[in-house]
């Protein structure tokens, strides 16, 4: 059983930054795709960015509102996946959500995998 736990949101004005932690307790192996989802108010969860690695190789992607301000990375020595976040704008206030799944990425229309419970991420004008 795999348990993921978010850290690091907050509250923080337009142009600041912030960097998400996520911890993942229970075996992961490199086959394992994680990723950051987000979900605002009224709105559907989305994606916010993936990473996996083949071989050593490590393979990412971000949504497109998010290109060039956020950064994904992934320290398997400490069982932590990470989201920098710079630039932060209001429309990047959300629940961020941490998710793993085995084989292939997490996908924002399905629970499947793991996901942690969320870090609240507020970002001012």
């Known amino acids: 059983q795999v348990q993921l736990v978010e850290s690091g949101g907050g509250s923080v004005q337009a142009g600041g930054s912030l960097r998400l932690s996520c911890l993942a307790s229970?075996?992961?192996?490199?086959?394992?795709?994680m990723g950051w989802f987000r979900q605002a108010p009224g709105k559907e969860r989305e994606t916010v960015a993936t990473?996996?690695?083949?071989?050593?190789?490590?393979?990412?992607s971000y949504a497109d509102s998010v290109k060039g301000r956020f950064i994904i990375s992934q320290d398997n020595a400490k069982n932590t996946l990470y989201l920098s976040m710079n630039s932060l704008k209001p429309e990047d206030t959300a629940m961020y959500y941490c998710?793993?799944?085995?084989?292939?990425?997490?996908?924002?229309?399905?629970?499947?995998?793991?996901w942690g419970q969320g870090t609240q991420v507020t970002v001012s004008s």
């Open positions: 998710a793993a799944r085995l084989w292939s990425c997490p996908e924002r229309n399905t629970n499947d995998g793991y």
């Open positions: 229970g075996y992961m192996n490199r086959n394992y795709c």
């Open positions: 990473i996996r690695r083949y071989g050593s190789t490590w393979y990412t």
